[in-house]
């Protein structure tokens, strides 16, 4: 199905009807094919769409921009990668180097930075990484060259983007919980671990004390937010769950557990 919808996006990208951006190689970025993976480009982004329905970025199109913002899917299909190496050995810069962005954010989606990935952005001031697990590779934001990375790389505290940025010597600031929140981070300290799985039980288990408002140990907005991972509403027991009336999603135990599982590795997204 996915393999459709790609040669559909690509007969509209040849065809006009979908606005796109090929500022270079159209020959080469419109339409690639391998047995693997089809090449599509929409809007300002080409990707690598892989049978295993997954995507990689591998251009950024658009040279004047000063904002680039990944998205999270292409196709139905989620973007996990962005791929420096095709772009920096075909026209010597990374994937989104070579114009003159200042700002680049990149979803939770995205699980894998490759090397160049950031290379050749003269003008680059701020990298947002919002998987706080994601690999990042030793040269993302190098091609080799001289060149130094003077911004900010942002992202979630004790994270790999945090990681990454006190080895290569460059400023850390972790983002803002309320302009990103962080799915399963019930406590706000920009981290998911068992403590936020204990806060979510302490919310179910003894609202008097920890739902919203009721203590200074109560769990803040944007927490219940952030822990309320299992897509269901109600609480943890059946006299909950018929006085939940009020039709919108709440804590429970089971947010909790999924929490653990993914602390523990059990699961690889929330």
Do not use: W
């Amino acid at each position: 199905m996915k393999r459709f919808i790609a040669s559909v996006l690509a007969a509209c990208i040849v065809g006009g009807a979908m606005p796109v951006s090929v500022n270079y190689a159209a020959e080469q970025t419109a339409s690639a094919n391998t047995k693997d993976r089809d090449r599509i480009t929409v809007g300002n982004f080409t990707y690598d769409l892989y049978a295993d329905d997954h995507a990689a970025i591998v251009f950024f199109t658009d040279k004047e921009a000063e904002t680039a913002s990944v998205p999270r899917e292409i196709a139905g299909s989620p973007i996990t990668e962005i791929d420096g190496r095709e772009s920096m050995a075909l026209y010597g810069f990374g994937t989104f180097g070579g114009g003159k962005l200042k700002t680049i954010i990149v979803p939770g989606s995205v699980k894998r930075i490759g090397n160049y990935a950031f290379a050749n952005c003269p003008e680059l001031e701020s990298v947002t990484i919002l998987d706080p697990k994601c690999e990042i590779g030793d040269n993302a934001i190098s091609s080799g060259t001289d060149e130094n990375f003077s911004g900010t790389i942002y992202g979630y505290a004790n994270s790999t983007a945090q990681v990454y940025a006190e080895r290569n010597g460059f400023d850390f600031a972790a983002v803002d919980v309320t302009a990103y929140p962080l799915k399963g981070d019930a406590n706000l300290d920009s981290q998911v671990n068992i403590a936020d799985a204990v806060l979510v039980m302490q919310v179910a288990t003894n609202p008097d004390k920890y739902a919203q408002g009721k203590s200074d140990l109560s769990i803040k907005p944007q927490g219940e937010v952030n822990a309320d991972v299992d897509g269901k509403k109600g609480l943890s027991n059946q006299g909950e769950v018929n006085a939940d009336v009020d039709g919108k999603k709440g804590l429970s135990n089971s947010d909790a557990l999924l929490i653990q599982k993914f602390k523990l590795g059990l699961i690889d997204k929330l």
